[in-house]
């Protein structure tokens, strides 16, 4: 594995975004402010349904990144990969036209109406631009794929500007102009594959017949996303229905802040898998120890960047101080759900054990939904719920972690143990004592841990100054 060329595309992956996090944070920060708790939860339930927009392609996207990864552009079969974006697109259409024709007819109220049919819009354009970033990131031309990124940002960020200054204090403008980013990507993405469509559609009998191939290979790794998401996703759908929008909106805005950190570090995983997928075995085995092991001691400190986070965010928004309750629970989905995605997730793609995925995921969300019913219709509490579905992710990385080590026949670590025990310690730090208090006992804490692994710690920064 060439690591200067990883690096080099990873750097340009996180810049990417880099700018999509600071984005989304001026999102974050500003449209709350001038929305309203209400509109805003209606703004974050169109956020919360595009999220699963991915589920429509069946795997597809997938399946075409699994089959072709390493490929470069003059190996990849430029035919096929135009043929089956046809086929794709033109399915999502009719789903979209069914999704919308059912919200119409359904009787929701007007706000939901237009959500969930700017959603469907927005699923065949957004589905299309996955589709040819898969296929970017599959020729190992990572750069490509994180510039849109980069162009869909700075598309929105125009409208929003606008806006922002004439205080716009309805959700449907925001949505509107989300889409529209979205379309320039797509665009931008078609153009940057230009060539493919010169070599012919296929015909629609062989493109389908491709098509439901790649659906095949791809729907696990597509469902295991999915079920990925939905192990927080059910927690939200629960309190959408039991507490109302207002609730819903207090959690979504501390989900969204730990959507954008998850985001930004996920990029690794993008720019990792065509990677390691052309490594040998040894290569493998040592970036999967020392990937573990940094990311177990780096990533604990999100939660010291939590107290002053907070104390600027209160100043700013006091309306949410309910979501600032929230997160010192939804947290610790930063250290474990990033780690997964980084390690475990691409290392289960390489390895091809998208069933092992899949089956993990399912039995997280699973676990989920029953911790979140009890918490949200038996014990009546959204703090229950909400731990429910954290507990759960926890599992799931420290499962992930064991079954990976043990498939590729490396040790396993007491690091993610001790960092099981340091995330209990800030919950109960900053529940408990007042906010310096907590914050420096905290603080003092994870200088304990870093202590503990003092000589994994030397010997990582070593193998990182090779590089």
């Given at each position: 594995m060439n690591a200067r060329f990883v690096l080099k595309n990873m750097f340009i992956a996180f810049l990417a975004q880099g ?449």
């Amino acid at each position: 594995m060439n690591a200067r060329f990883v690096l080099k595309n990873m750097f340009i992956a996180f810049l990417a975004q880099g700018i999509s996090l600071v984005m989304g944070v001026i999102q974050s920060l500003l449209v709350p402010k001038l929305l309203g708790v209400t509109q805003y939860g209606y703004w974050q339930l169109f956020i919360f349904y595009v999220g699963y927009v991915g589920f429509f392609h069946l795997g597809l996207n997938d399946g075409v990144y699994l089959i072709n990864g390493g490929k470069s552009r003059e190996e990849i079969d430029k035919s096929l990969i135009y043929s089956q974006l046809v086929v794709a697109t033109v399915f999502e259409i009719i789903v979209a036209i069914i999704i919308s024709i059912i919200a119409i007819i359904s009787g929701f109220g007007s706000e939901r109406v237009f959500v969930l049919v700017c959603s469907a819009i927005f699923m065949v354009v957004q589905n299309a631009a996955s589709y040819v970033m898969f296929v970017l990131q599959a020729m190992n031309e990572t750069k490509l794929s994180s510039y849109s990124t980069i162009v869909e940002r700075g598309v929105f960020l125009i409208p929003l500007a606008i806006l922002l200054i004439t205080r716009t204090k309805v959700f449907e403008p925001y949505v509107i102009a989300y889409i529209f980013s979205s379309v320039v990507q797509v665009l931008y993405c078609c153009y940057q594959v230009r060539e493919f469509p010169k070599d012919g559609f296929m015909g629609w009998n062989l493109a389908v017949r491709e098509s439901v191939e790649s659906v095949r290979v791809g729907s696990k790794l597509m469902i295991a996303n999915i079920a990925s998401s939905l192990i927080v996703g059910v927690c939200r759908f629960a309190i959408d229905a039991k507490w109302g929008i207002k609730t819903f909106g207090q959690l979504s805005f501390a989900l969204s802040l730990l959507t954008l950190y998850t985001a930004f570090v996920g990029q690794a995983s993008m720019v990792l898998f065509p990677s390691l997928k052309q490594s040998k075995e040894a290569e493998i085995k040592q970036f999967y120890v020392h990937a573990r092991d940094t990311l177990s001691l780096v990533f604990p400190v999100a939660y010291a960047l939590y107290f002053p986070m907070a104390w600027i965010l209160l100043l700013w928004l006091p309306q949410y101080a309910q979501s600032m309750a929230f997160f010192v629970f939804v947290l610790p989905i930063c250290v474990f759900d990033s780690k997964m995605d980084i390690t475990c997730t691409t290392m289960f793609k390489v390895i091809r054990e998208e069933s092992r995925l899949l089956y993990i995921n399912l039995a997280t969300v699973a676990c989920s939904a029953v911790g979140v019913f009890f918490g949200t219709y038996v014990l009546n509490s959204v703090y229950v719920a909400i731990m429910a579905a954290v507990i759960a992710i926890i599992g799931r990385s420290v499962y992930s972690e064991r079954f990976i080590a043990r498939k590729l026949g490396v040790a396993e670590t007491s690091i993610s143990r001790s960092e099981i025990l340091l995330t209990l310690a800030f919950v109960c730090m900053t529940e408990l004592l007042p906010g310096v208090v907590a914050f420096l006992g905290y603080c003092a804490a994870y200088a304990v841990y870093l202590f503990a692994y003092k000589d994994r710690a030397k010997e990582i920064l070593g193998v990182l100054k090779k590089i």
